[in-house]
T-cell receptor, first 109, second 114 residues
Framework: RKEVEQDPGPFNVPEGATVAFNCTYSNSASQSFFWYRQDCRKEPKLLMSVYSSGNEDGRFTAQLNRASQYISLLIRDSKLSDSATYLCVVNGGNYQLIWGAGTKLIIKP | GAGVSQSPSNKVTEKGKDVELRCDPISGHTALYWYRQSLGQGLEFLIYFQGNSAPDKSGLPSDRFSAERTGGSVSTLTIQRTQQEDSAVYLC????????????FGQGTRLTVV
């Protein structure tokens, strides 16, 4: 089992819809969780950190489920500009950050 | 510098030649990562440095690949006897290496082996 797993997608979603995807992790001792966004031919950039209480930033909501060892990202009222690959990041041993392979999201007009 | 800096931004090399890719992390960042990414593919982990040591080099695809980090700062990724399948974007990221702290990426080096 990979340390961090994501559905590669693509998720094809109409503009304005709500979309959610999950990321599972295997290390129960993980303490740090992030979602990154990567646009085509660009480097990944931090979208949001994921806190144990869950957090929201505008149309984006991130949640952590420690019991089931997954984090989720919910995007409401999706925009064409949300089309990107979303990467899940979890820390492993030695504070090393472990990256998922990413979920590709395509928002269609 | 303000961000992670990688050089060169583009490199075209002939098959069989050696190449060196450089990463200047954000000042004070103890953790440094190298990844490569082929077009349309996900990040492929290569190596992780904590300070000058590499506790995880499990991602290096072959013994043609090596990396070092000196002074806890600049890192160099060396590919010997390059092959066409080495063509990819090589990304470097750095972080403070503490819990709850994110990593920042450089813009990458696009390597093309012809």
């Amino acid at each position: 089992r990979k340390e961090v797993e994501q559905d590669p997608g693509p998720f094809n979603v109409p503009e304005g819809a709500t979309v959610a995807f999950n990321c599972t992790y295997s290390n129960s001792a993980s303490q740090s969780f992030f979602w990154y966004r990567q646009d085509c031919r660009k480097e990944p950039k931090l979208l949001m950190s994921v806190y144990s209480s869950g957090n929201e930033d505008g149309r984006f909501t991130a949640q952590l489920n420690r019991a089931s060892q997954y984090i989720s990202l919910l995007i409401r009222d999706s925009k064409l500009s949300d089309s990107a690959t979303y990467l899940c990041v979890v820390n492993g041993g030695n504070y090393q950050l472990i990256w998922g392979a990413g979920t590709k999201l395509i928002i269609k007009p | 510098g303000a961000g992670v800096s990688q050089s060169p931004s583009n490199k075209v090399t002939e098959k069989g030649k050696d190449v060196e890719l450089r990463c200047d992390p954000i000042s004070g960042h103890t953790a440094l990562y190298w990844y490569r990414q082929s077009l349309g593919q996900g990040l492929e982990f290569l190596i992780y440095f904590q300070g000058n040591s590499a506790p995880d080099k499990s991602g290096l695809p072959s013994d043609r690949f090596s990396a070092e980090r000196t002074g806890g700062s600049v890192s160099t990724l060396t590919i010997q006897r390059t092959q066409q399948e080495d063509s990819a974007v090589y990304l470097c990221a750095s972080s403070l290496g503490s819990p709850g702290v994110e990593a920042f990426f450089g813009q990458g080096t696009r390597l093309t082996v012809v």
